[in-house]
């Protein structure tokens, strides 16, 4: 009923059309077989009668096969499918009406015959499909022809067969504008010479240096390039096109996934594109599921993970979002980010610090949260590896704030964004970060097991590591380094990091949070996520640098400028003594921590607030190193 009822006129002239095409190949292939002789006039009394009703049978059987809800300007082979199945659905019931319902009362002869009924199925496809593909080659070519007219930039298209098809059909349907494809640069030596509705192959991505003054010789010069999914394959060597498609002027742009819900659209070429890792697939349906309709607080709502948490909430449907922010600006920018956000969702920002327990408390019970994301901290392995008390009060004081108000404001869960530097710490801010992640897993364990009539809380924590172009990453320093002219610096040759955009992130924490909050309530509460295979940062820099347009050793220097205090060159993911769990997500693992109980962490809590009021970092590193006994001071 509910696709009856949204059925329009249009539909009707559709349902119209393939009565009349049904009718005219029935009578057609009943004239051709009898010739229009004796015997054609002699059955045309009885063919009246029984048409009308093989024609209602017809539209029922169309509309179930969905030809008459289909829109002529996109039919595709599947529709071409449907049309052939229309007519063997009616030329099967031809045959029942022929060999079991009219032939035995017509004088013991068959009534239309074996041979009718063969030449009305080619007439019926025939009839069903002609108009249907002759609308659509009118579309197409109207299209085509705006699109030309329209200062429609030539363009070549940089990829695979596959995803250079689906641009181009994006373009004929006007859902990209403003490009004229006039050759396709495949990384697949498979595609070399080959059409793509009618589009040619013209060479490799290698081969841009060759072709595109080849093509302004011919009169064809090329305006600009743009780059599908599969040109930022490893082995196509991105980076490398980037470099000599700057040098020939080219505007390079990029086409996002081809698979997702979003309408394709250009946008420009960004680092994350030469991240060279797979993301993982989300399931958005389970994270709107978790998010729809709650309560949700982000402590460093300002900061880039904080941030991109607030706006993936909305996204999700969060019925009400507090922002808690201790700068100034950073909480202007992320309000005002979100007030532009097309959403019926509460949005409030207040000024406060994580440290400042009793302000905490007091905005978490006035809000009452279903959630918290906890991704305030102070997160600079350098500064503070010279202010040790400070990261203790942000990162280890101000997490048990955050952990104890969601607690007491009734919260379902509390997620703390940590780092893969808390695994074996061998800085600061691994080792506040573990102890907090200690003292989340101590305080989740203490929930469960209170009594049943109390509501139960889960509280986690999620670990990865860098995020490109975050605050304080190493991305903005090399874009500002080579705008600069150079050089480069690099801390070591071998530095090896794991990265991961913020978007996939983020969406991989809120994953995290439903995996928690599962029925079975699973006895994990530190996950970690999947940073794919790890990246040299001197790699990383020489693709930036070509992304500018720019060689690396000859237009832009790269310099080695050391190792700071407190980093490593590795960084891992799981600790030598860590179980690993596998929580059946992609994307996401768990970890199960050596976790001391709670009367142990509260001593070294008490201990460490006594150190921080005398301002003693011998005392402060003693109790930690007692507290972690994996921390190394020194880098690894």
């Known amino acids: ?135 659509r080659y009118f579309r197409y070519t109207r299209v085509r022809h705006h699109a030309r007219i329209e200062d429609a930039s030539p363009t070549l298209l940089v990829g695979r067969a596959a995803d250079a098809e689906i641009v181009l059909r994006a373009i004929e349907s006007g859902a990209v504008k403003r490009i004229w494809p006039i050759g396709i640069l495949s990384p697949s030596r498979a595609d070399r010479g080959q059409l793509i509705r009618n589009v040619p192959v ?60 979003d309408a394709p659209r250009l946008a420009p ?23 729809k309709g709650r309560a949700v607080i982000v402590t460093g709502g300002g900061g880039s993970i904080g941030s991109e948490i607030c706006h993936r909430v909305l996204a999700f449907g969060a019925a009400r979002l507090l922002v808690i922010e201790n700068s100034e600006p950073a909480l202007y920018a992320i309000t005002e980010a979100l007030a532009v956000e097309t959403t019926e969702a509460t949005i409030d920002g207040r000024i406060a ?16 949260p279903d959630l918290v994301f906890h991704a305030a901290a102070l997160k600079h392995v350098p500064i503070l590896e010279r202010d040790w008390s400070e990261g203790v009060k942000t990162n280890i004081f101000g997490s048990i704030n955050v952990a104890e108000a969601a607690r007491a404001a009734g919260a379902s869960a509390m997620v703390m964004i940590s780092t893969d530097k808390a695994i074996e710490p061998v800085s600061m801010l691994g080792l506040t970060k573990r102890f907090a992640e200690m003292y989340c897993q101590a305080l989740d364990h203490e929930v469960a097991a209170a009594p049943a009539r109390k509501r139960k809380m889960r509280l986690i924590s999620v670990r990865f590591g860098n995020v490109l172009a975050s605050n304080g990453s190493v991305v903005p ?30 969406d991989l924490v809120v994953t995290a949070a439903t995996h928690a909050l599962a029925p079975e309530h699973p006895d994990v509460s530190v996950y970690v996520l999947n940073m794919g295979q790890p990246v040299k940062i001197v790699d990383l820099a020489e693709r930036m640098i070509r992304l500018s347009g720019l060689q690396p050793g000859y237009d832009i220097e790269i310099t080695f400028s050391g190792m700071r205090p407190g980093e490593r060159l590795n960084e891992i993911l799981f600790a030598s003594e860590e179980p690993t769990v596998d929580v059946g997500i992609a994307g996401i693992m768990a970890a199960k921590p050596n976790e001391p109980p709670m009367q142990a962490l509260q001593k070294w809590i008490t201990l460490l607030d006594q150190a921080i009021a005398k301002d003693d970092p011998g005392a402060i590193k003693a109790i930690l190193r007692d507290a972690v006994p994996e921390f190394r001071s020194s880098a690894a």
Not at 353 to 368: G, Q
Not at 478 to 487: D, L, S
């Open 1 to 135: 009923m509910t696709r009856l009822s949204q059925l329009t006129s249009r539909n009707l002239l559709i349902a119209v059309h393939d009565i009349a095409a049904t009718a005219v190949a029935l009578l057609a292939a009943f004239f051709v077989r009898f010739e229009g002789g004796e015997l054609f006039w002699d059955r045309l009394p009885l063919l009246w009668r029984v048409l009308p009703y093989f024609l209602v049978f017809s539209v029922v059987v169309c509309y179930l096969f969905k030809l008459t809800t289909t829109k002529w300007r996109f039919i595709s082979l599947p529709d071409a499918l449907n049309i052939v199945r229309v007519a063997s659905v009616l030329t099967l019931a031809l045959l029942v009406l022929d060999y079991v319902l009219v032939a035995p009362n017509f004088h013991g002869a068959f009534f239309l015959g074996k041979a009718t009924i063969v030449l009305y199925w080619f007439l019926e496809v025939f009839f069903l499909s002609a108009l249907r593909f002759a609308y």
């Open 202 to 261: 013209l060479g490799g991505m290698d081969d841009i240096e060759e072709i595109a003054p080849d093509l302004a010789r011919r009169n064809r010069p090329i305006a600009r390039a743009v780059m599908m999914p599969s040109a930022f394959e490893v082995e196509a060597h991105p980076e490398t096109f980037l470099m000599r498609a700057r040098r020939l002027r080219l505007i390079v742009s990029r086409l996002p996934s081809l698979e997702g819900g």
């Open 269 to 291: 070429v960004a680092v994350e594109d030469l991240l060279l890792r797979p993301s993982e697939k989300i399931d958005y349906g389970r994270l709107e599921a978790l998010v």
């Open 353 to 368: 610090d994580i440290r400042d327990r009793e302000r905490i408390v007091r905005l978490m019970a006035e809000f009452k």
């Open 477 to 506: 320093k090399f874009k500002a380094q080579i705008e600069a002219g150079g050089p480069v610096t690099v801390t070591h040759p071998d530095m090896v990091r794991y990265f991961m955009t913020i978007r996939e992130a983020c």
